[in-house]
């Protein structure tokens, strides 16, 4: 079935270390993007990826990095900089409304099931 | 920069209520418009999206939403309620030139059988 993986889905870090959260979609998808999701504040914007390549900070980068290699792939790691680190990270991807051609393109969200990160 | 306003944080309904639940953005120009659903231990999945059209949207499971670019807003109804719809509800907003979906901070709707 097509989606999105996202592993692992619980993970327990040391302060001081670097984590990187796994991200896959086969729906062929060209956007992928990274979100922290906190107790009454939603879904946050940390990175987004409109193609290979290339991507670009959300509303709260600082802490957080990640590549886009393949199409297929989008990791997020989390540093020793992100100052509050625990949280549910959300990866998602969605086909791109702004290119032509085919089916009639929204970009919609798919999402990925969560991995939630635990800072000891 | 843009953003989405959702008004009520946590709504509590009796079963066979009707339901609406506020979004309002800021970005001025086209927009994409969605509402998700986070029901308890699952992932986010989409409600029903705007992108052109007839301003009235139909969605699952009985809900529906009304764009009503004046307002800027892209309210969510459900003429009733079950306790089945208890969940975290988001409002998002993308503009049509792509780039990134901005969500609102969800409400939490509890359904009292």
């Given at each position: 079935d097509g989606g999105i993986?996202?592993?692992p889905k619980y993970l327990f870090r040391k302060e001081g270390q670097n984590v990187t959260l796994s991200c896959e979609q086969n729906l062929n998808h060209d956007a992928m993007y990274w979100y922290r999701q906190d107790p009454g504040q939603g879904l946050r914007l940390i990175y987004?990826?409109?193609i290979v390549?290339?991507?670009q900070k959300g509303d709260i980068a600082e802490g957080y990095s990640v590549s886009r290699e393949k199409k297929e792939s989008f990791p997020l790691t989390v540093t020793s900089a992100q100052k509050n680190p625990t949280a549910f990270y959300l990866c998602a991807s969605s086909d791109h409304p702004g290119l032509a051609g085919g089916p009639v393109r929204t970009g919609e969200l798919f999402f990925g099931e969560g991995s939630r990160l635990t800072v000891l | 920069a843009q953003s989405v306003s959702?008004?009520?944080h946590h709504v509590i309904l009796s079963e066979a209520a009707s339901l609406e639940l506020g979004c309002n953005y800021s970005y001025g120009g086209t927009v994409n418009l969605f509402w998700y659903v986070q029901y308890p231990g699952q992932h986010l999945q989409l409600l029903l999206k705007y992108f052109?059209?007839?301003?009235l949207v139909k969605g699952i499971k009985g809900f529906e939403a009304e764009f009503i670019k004046s307002k800027f807003?892209?309210?969510l109804r459900k003429p009733s309620v079950q306790w089945s719809d208890t969940a975290e509800y988001f409002c998002a907003v993308k503009n049509n030139q792509g780039g990134k979906l901005i969500f609102g901070q969800g409400t939490e709707l509890s359904v009292k059988p």
């Open positions: 993986t996202q592993s987004y990826s409109q390549n290339d991507f | 959702q008004h009520n052109s059209g007839d301003p807003s892209f309210n």
